[in-house]
């Protein structure tokens, strides 16, 4: 028999180290297809964060609507990873250590979403020092959040939602929020959560409207614009920025060409000084930006004629961005030469695009530059966001 047992372990032994660990992360959601539930969860635990994401138009969890700070387990008591399900929900929850949880949402086994945790099931008994360890490895293997966030799972997320829990070193597309307070003493005020929706939530006094609030960073309302499209993190960028809005409510086109006019609006965006130029009150929506334009030197007489909904090429809102940066005439023969097309660039924008090019702001396709191809609302985004980044 105890020759018996000791073979066992030892295959045990060999089994588990063949079984490589288990790695996902915002691709494991983006190749799901919609299994009837609004959302999908990612648990990143090196991170301590949660990424939740919603459906795109083909029925895939690939858009990330939000992202919230968490704790997982702690040295010894480790989330365990693998993908599960939601199941059963309470809103107050007795946990293994004797504390309780706000807003509990099992998702495997004994490990659940839940608050951090408080001594009594009593909103104003918050073990404080658990608040203030949000965003390390803290709990005994559940995923502590912060009472609003925990209150969004538990509100939001239905029984059989899909719970990935992994390892990586990017906290995921949103990034990792801060708590909405930094660090609260024993029992300030009152010993609440401050982002406890409720009414009574003495925090009020504190931080005003903030309080009840989560602190979690939101997505775009986008649809069409995925996590694993290539330019993601640039229109993300740019919507964050209020460089760029959709065509709709929740609607990016990314696809779709820029006008004249779009892309000049963009261009305004850009300045420092965001005063609005005085123009007549009949004017077209894109006046204000045009008389800018027309009055700091963007636009030029000798240009071409501003046809607004005209499609405008790539060489042309390179210019408009050239301008802005008050970029100077220079030699462009050894930056454009490498371009099989650069014959085509006008001559008044081959200062812009060698500027462009060398900063990285534009590049191009297949060893050509495309000077007088349209430019969608894609590489619009892309090339606004490194602008900012110069």
């Not at 990792?176 to 929706?197: F, N, S, Y």
């Not at 590049?363 to 969608?376: C, E, W």
Request: glycine share 8%; with cysteine; net charge neutral.
């Amino acid at each position: 028999m105890k020759k018996l047992i000791i073979l066992l372990l030892a295959v045990t032994l060999v089994f588990a180290a063949a079984v490589p660990a288990f790695a996902a992360g915002p691709e494991t959601a983006a190749s799901t297809k919609n299994n009837g539930s609004p959302y999908y969860i990612l648990v990143n635990c090196s991170a301590n964060c949660v990424t939740v994401y919603g459906l795109d138009p083909a029925g895939y969890y690939s858009i990330p609507v939000r992202a919230m700070v968490a704790s997982t387990g702690k040295p010894g008591c480790e989330t365990p990873t693998g993908t599960f399900s939601i199941s059963n929900r309470a809103a107050w929850m007795y946990m293994a250590d004797g504390s309780y949880g706000q807003y509990a949402t099992r998702f495997n086994g004994a490990i659940l979403f839940h608050s951090v945790c408080y001594k009594k099931k009593d909103p104003s008994t918050l073990m404080t020092y658990e608040y203030n360890a949000l965003g390390g490895f803290a709990s005994l293997g559940c995923v502590r959040l912060q009472t609003a966030d925990a209150k969004w799972v538990f509100d939001n997320c239905p029984q059989g939602t899909k719970v990935t829990v992994y390892n990586a070193e990017s906290p995921g597309p949103l990034g990792k929020p801060d708590t909405l307070v930094q660090q609260i003493a024993d029992g300030q005020p009152g010993g609440w959560d401050p982002t406890d929706p409720r009414a009574e939530n003495p925090w009020k006094s504190v931080i005003g409207d903030k309080a009840g609030t989560s602190s979690a960073i939101l997505g775009m309302p986008f649809k069409d614009v995925r996590v694993n499209d290539w330019f993601y993190p640039h229109v993300l960028g740019a919507y964050r920025a209020d460089l760029m809005r959709g065509t709709a409510a929740d609607t990016f086109a990314p696809q779709s060409t820029l006008t004249y006019a779009q892309a000049l609006q963009m261009v305004y965006n850009l300045r420092t000084d965001r005063s609005v130029s005085e123009v007549p009150a009949d004017s077209p929506w894109y006046a204000p930006a045009l008389k800018w334009a027309e009055d700091n030197g963007i636009t030029l007489p000798e240009d071409a004629a501003f046809e607004p909904n005209d499609n405008i090429p790539r060489q042309m809102f390179a210019l408009y961005l050239f301008r802005l940066a008050g970029g100077e005439a220079k030699d462009t023969n050894g930056t454009l030469a490498v371009y099989a097309d650069a014959d085509r660039i006008a001559a008044f924008c081959r200062n812009a695009l060698s500027w462009a090019s060398e900063q990285g702001i534009m590049g191009g396709y297949n060893g050509k530059m495309l000077p007088l191809a349209g430019l969608t609302r894609a590489e619009a985004a892309t090339m606004l966001l490194r602008y900012t980044e110069l």
